[in-house]
């Protein structure tokens, strides 16, 4: 009983720290396009940068997706298990 708490603590980490990186990308986002329109930064970099940012949010959301579907497949299996039909 012990351990399933413990890997359902994981993947809620897991959920929990992909959401964080999705957000914490945004803001940094913000702050490129900020940069461009307070003159700080190039156009051509920024657009770079974002490129950059843009594919970690995507990596992000792939691996929470992932992360998501095993436990919900996890659970119903669980569901299914304990209601005796096969």
Do not use: C, H
């Amino acid at each position: 009983m012990e351990l399933s708490i413990l890997i359902w603590f994981a993947v809620g980490a897991g959920i929990a720290a992909g959401a964080f990186m999705i957000a914490r990308t945004a803001v940094q986002i913000a702050s490129v396009a900020y940069g461009v329109m307070e003159k700080r930064l190039d156009p051509r970099r920024a657009t770079w940068q974002t490129i950059g940012l843009m594919l970690v949010i995507v990596v992000a959301l792939v691996a929470t997706s992932i992360i998501a579907g095993i436990s919900i497949l996890a659970l119903f299996q669980t569901i299914i298990d304990t209601s005796g039909t096969n």
